[in-house]
């Protein structure tokens, strides 16, 4: 399984961003057997846009092959998106990452399957 | 001659200024506000209007392959493109036609989706404004449709703020008055507006509205003062119901006087 992780400098010691288009960065991983595999961090170059952040993260997730993603809050562009290509969002703002994926695996995290307000996370990127 | 009322600064007394101005100069007044039109408030009569529509793309998804050109394309990532779905975000698009363009398969067109309307108020005076629709990106577009309508003379009344949609209201037109009132936060922000008017090449100067108020602006601005409103309750109250402000003909006169005469 892979999953992307909102974060702020990325790696498994950061903490879970509480914003997901405009994050600074993703943290996305492979898990295999309940263990985590590979840890990949990519700059959010999307975050800058002046709109749209969400739409644009979502679908380079997508293309990326994610599974599932862990965040703070998600706008209702991105969330549809995101479900409808099957990618499940997690709720995880505030955990460490590497906290947040053991609760990822053991069943722990709650689903997001409302969005949060849009343009949430415009004035304040983290 | 095309006077645009501006400000930076929201509330300092642009639709004040404006409907007054016209209407006591019996000139055509626009208002370009259209995120939150209200000289009509003060201008009442016969109403015609028309719909503005922009372009934006639809995706006719049997001919559709998913080959993802046009979210590349996309400039403000308007389109989303997965394995078997295609998403348009129409509030995303910037109506540049990139994506029905190079779309290898012919299968999008662009379709008309309505931003909001041109509305003509015929009175005493003659009042042109727009209005947008709640949630569409940007005025601009419709800025420019209502723009169509000025002729030689006219008063503009402006959006607040320095940021595009005062730019392009401001920025044909051959002189800006620029409202402000004695507070620092006006000061501020006439600066920035100055700056914009100096470097669209405007000609411009400034009217002191709720004058009498404790702070010193006119000493502060290197400006020619085009002549000052009075801070008086009668003003506010009148303002308030709606009504022109009768008793002050001559303020607005010479305020006009003076913009034609530099």
């Known amino acids: 399984m892979k999953v992307a992780i909102s974060t702020t400098s990325g790696g498994l010691d950061d903490k879970v961003s509480e914003v997901f288009g405009r994050a600074v960065s993703f943290t996305i991983v492979d898990i295999e057997n309940g263990e985590v595999k590979n840890v990949e961090v990519v700059r959010n170059d999307f975050a800058v846009r002046g709109g749209g952040a969400g739409v ?9 092959g994610v599974n599932a993603v862990i965040t703070g809050n998600v706008g209702p562009n991105a969330l549809a998106v995101l479900s409808s290509a099957g990618v499940k969002v997690y709720r995880g703002g505030g955990l460490k990452v590497k906290e947040a994926i053991e609760k990822l695996v053991r069943g722990e995290l709650e689903e997001i399957t409302t969005p949060s307000q849009p343009k949430m996370g415009r004035w304040r990127r983290q | 001659m095309r006077i645009a009322v501006a400000s930076g600064k929201g509330g300092t007394g642009k639709t004040t200024l404006a409907v007054n101005l016209a209407y006591f100069n019996h000139i055509d007044l626009f ?112 800025i420019r449709e209502v723009k169509r309508e000025i002729g030689s003379k006219a008063i503009i009344d402006c959006p607040p703020g ?41 000609k411009f100067g400034v009217v002191i509205n709720k004058y009498g108020l404790p702070f010193n602006i006119e000493d502060r601005l290197d400006a020619p003062i085009l002549g000052k409103i009075p801070f008086k309750k009668e003003i506010a109250e009148k303002y308030s119901r709606g009504e022109i402000l009768k008793g002050y003909e001559e303020t607005f006169r010479d305020i006009y006087e003076r913009v034609i005469s530099l």
């Open chain 2, 31 to 142: 208002d370009l506000d259209v995120e939150e039109p209200n000289c009509h408030i003060f201008v009442k009569g016969r109403r015609e209007e028309r719909t503005v529509y922009r372009k934006v793309p639809k995706v006719e998804e049997s001919k559709c392959d998913y080959c993802g050109v046009c979210k590349d394309v996309c400039e403000y990532n308007a389109i989303v493109v997965l394995k078997d779905k295609i998403y348009v975000f129409q509030e995303l698009c910037h109506s540049c036609g990139a994506c029905s363009y190079f779309c290898p398969r012919e299968a999008i067109e662009e379709v008309d989706k309505p931003i909001g309307k041109v509305v003509k108020v015929r009175s005493d005076i003659n009042l042109t404004y727009g209005i947008l629709e709640v949630g569409e990106a940007t005025p601009v577009p419709l």
């Open chain 1, 56 to 64: 644009a993260v979502s679908q380079f997730l997508v293309d990326k």
């Open chain 2, 162 to 202: 320095n940021s595009c949609p005062m730019v392009e209201s401001v920025r044909d037109s051959d002189f800006c008055i620029l409202v402000c009132e004695p507070t620092p936060f006006s000061y501020h922000d006439v600066k920035i507006a100055m700056d914009v008017v100096k470097s669209l090449d405007v």
